[in-house]
């Protein structure tokens, strides 16, 4: 089956920085990406839509110029957390859509976020 | 707007017995959906969509416009199936939303 790797697992930063988290579809080209937030034993909360070559779409709430999206190729979309803050530790996902079919989507493994 | 309601966050069941995750949507359109699967130390993954009508690993969705309800069943649980159980709604008229459940943690007890 497809594969979506997301790097890295898990990151623990100071107050401050920045992050960068990686979204790569591995055996096919995606087109449009979603990046997620779950917090602990809540539902996923789609953040943002991400198209190649174009803006990302950012969900009602979501901060543009904290969560930086970049979705530069085919097969690769990353979120930059800028600024990183405690209160943006969270679980990130990210998905990859083969083709237009929802049932063509794959999830990323997910990358734990902590902010000192 | 559309939302998801997973009403239990645990459920344990035996193994062999009747299983059912319970999922309740809100949505005033015509929804299209998914459920998706956790399972320990492994991505998120579909396991199915109520479009396709099909049984994957014994289990089976049916979609009730009537009680806006798309409850996952299996007859005879197995303790493989133990894992974290999402419900899904994509709404027809935004390509882009996928509205999550809160999910459900099945465990199945040998």
């Known amino acids: 089956g497809a594969v979506v790797s997301q790097h890295p697992s898990r990151v623990i930063c100071k107050s401050g920085t920045s992050v960068k988290i990686e979204c790569r579809s591995l055996?096919?080209?995606?087109?449009?990406m979603f990046w997620y937030r779950q917090f602990p034993k809540q539902s996923l909360m789609l953040m943002a839509t991400?198209?190649?070559?174009?803006?990302?779409?950012?969900e009602q709430g979501v901060e543009k110029d904290k969560f930086l999206i970049n979705h530069a190729s085919l097969t690769l979309s990353t979120l930059t957390v800028t600024s990183a803050h405690p209160e943006d530790s969270s679980f990130y996902i990210c998905?990859?859509?083969?083709?237009?079919?929802?049932?063509?989507?794959?999830f990323g493994s997910g990358t734990q976020l902590s902010v000192l | 707007a559309q939302r998801v309601t997973q009403p239990e966050k645990l459920l344990s069941v035996f193994k062999g017995a009747p299983v059912e995750l319970k999922c309740n949507y809100s949505?005033?359109?015509?929804?299209?959906l998914f459920w998706y699967v956790q399972y320990s130390r492994q991505r998120l993954q579909l396991l199915l969509r109520?479009?396709s009508r099909e049984s994957i690993k014994g289990f089976t969705a049916d979609l009730n416009k009537g009680e806006t309800s798309f409850h996952l069943k299996k007859p005879f649980a197995q303790e493989e199936d133990s894992a974290m159980y999402y419900c899904?709604?994509?709404?027809?008229?935004?390509?882009?939303?996928?509205?999550f459940g809160s999910g459900t943690q099945l465990t199945v007890l040998p």
């Open positions: 998905s990859a859509r083969r083709g237009t079919g929802w049932e063509k989507l794959f």
């Open positions: 055996d096919f080209q995606a087109t449009t």
């Open positions: 991400s198209n190649e070559g174009s803006k990302a779409t950012y």
């Open positions: 949505y005033s359109g015509s929804p299209e």
């Open positions: 109520h479009i």
């Open positions: 899904a709604l994509r709404s027809s008229g935004s390509a882009r939303q996928l509205t």
